[in-house]
């Protein structure tokens, strides 16, 4: 799912720019040194994808044909310990991996167990354990921790600024200037009116994906990425890691990409994305320059994709996915997963790779420790209510 019930609603509306640094955009004084990135993969990635546990005895039997070819093999995944791998498209990233900069972790998902998108996301960024309500986001919740007091602390990248980052700390965002269209994942957003439909769903998605109107339409509804070409997504990657770079610029930042609800041709699909999102986090690094050091990039998505596949050459909505963070201060190096294993009787309601890890243990072991805050404040007001979800060690390097 890509245009989400907050769209639906309405939000703040994106701060139209030039594609430099407005200078209206700079503070005083950051408050922190330190950098945090938000990508957000609307959509429910499949992480036994993105991130093959090949390893597994009961991988290939169950993915099947949406598994990427073994590692020896050409156009192969990219082995990385003998039991994970990355997917081909995403092999840019094994020298991250290889220098200590990625650390993927598997079987990831937030508390939420049921496959409504709007829900889904409601979840992920509100970081509440259920849905109660509660319409700040966690991510907004940090930025008053931190004691921001400059609306350009925090910053989205996007045509709104999402739920995650909404709430009484003020923030702001940033687009540079382009055509009109229709909006981001509209056609996502029509997507998901036949979703109950499989046979309508299964049409409608084929369609975009294998006719002249289709691609019209996704383009349309990219609007300025791919005005500015196919590398929409980097280009702007890029002008955020400048605006993240600038000793007096943002801090805390927010990314949205799109299309990642695979019903129907996923591979084709995956291969796309996955090395469209590669090439997102390598024009980021590009940006941040030096300030790639003090940087932890965390990508998260709403939830996971059923392990087996569907009758469409797809995936549909599952439970448990990924979680990586990227950057100069992770820790990475390795993959990290309590893993359940895929036979059966190990598997989330007979159908979906469980979920071992809460993300909002992640979080909390990345702001503990790379933001310097306090794991109780992280307990009771960025995650209220999750002492259950203990924040993680050892996710990021020792300043």
Not at 108 to 125: I, K, M, N
Not at 143 to 158: E, K, N
Request: aromatic share 6%; no cysteine; glycine share 12%.
């Amino acid at each position: 799912m890509i245009l989400t019930r907050r769209h639906l609603l309405g939000g703040l509306a994106a701060t139209a720019a030039a594609t430099t640094l407005p200078a209206r955009l700079l503070l005083a004084k950051a408050p922190i040194e330190q950098r945090f990135v938000l990508i957000i993969l609307r959509g429910a990635l499949d992480g036994l994808a993105a991130v093959p546990p090949y390893g597994d005895p009961d991988y290939r039997t169950l993915h099947g044909a949406l598994a990427p070819p073994d590692p020896a093999k050409d156009g192969g995944m990219v082995d990385l310990d003998g039991h994970f791998a990355l997917h081909p498209g995403l092999a840019p990233l094994k020298q991250w991996y290889t220098e200590g900069s990625l650390l993927p972790l598997h079987a990831v998902a937030s508390p939420y167990r049921d496959r409504s998108h709007f829900d889904g996301q409601d979840l992920l960024e509100t970081g509440a354990a259920k849905l109660d309500g509660t319409r700040d986001g966690w991510l907004n919740r940090t930025l008053g921790l931190i004691g921001a007091t400059d609306r350009r602390f925090g910053i989205a990248f996007a045509e709104e600024i999402p739920l995650v980052l909404r709430g009484s700390t003020a923030v702001t965002s940033w687009l540079p200037d382009r055509p009109s269209g229709l909006p981001p994942g509209f056609p996502d957003l029509v997507s998901n009116l036949y979703d109950k439909d499989p046979a309508l769903h299964a049409a409608y998605v084929a369609g975009l994906d294998t006719t002249a109107f289709g691609k019209q339409m996704q383009d349309m509804a990219q609007g300025g990425a791919n005005a500015r070409g196919a590398g929409g997504d980097a280009a702007l990657a890029q002008a955020a890691g400048k605006f993240l770079a600038d000793p007096a610029g943002s801090r805390i930042a927010v990314m949205e990409l799109y299309g990642w609800d695979t019903h129907v041709l996923q591979v084709k699909r995956l291969n796309e994305l996955l090395a469209s999102y590669a090439a997102t986090l390598q024009a980021l690094r590009t940006g941040l320059g030096p300030a790639w050091k003090q940087t932890t990039i965390l990508t998260v998505t709403e939830f996971g994709r059923t392990a087996a596949a569907n009758g469409s050459g797809g995936t549909d909505h599952g439970t448990g996915s990924i979680a990586l963070l990227a950057g100069g201060a992770v820790h990475g190096g390795r993959v990290l997963a309590d893993w359940p294993g895929l036979s059966k009787d190990k598997l989330y309601q007979a159908r979906d790779l469980a979920p071992t890890t809460d993300l909002r243990a992640v979080v909390k072991g990345v702001f503990r420790d790379h933001l310097g805050l306090p794991e109780d404040a992280l307990n009771r007001v960025v995650f209220p209510g999750s002492t259950e979800a203990a924040a993680m060690h050892d996710l990021v390097k020792k300043a």
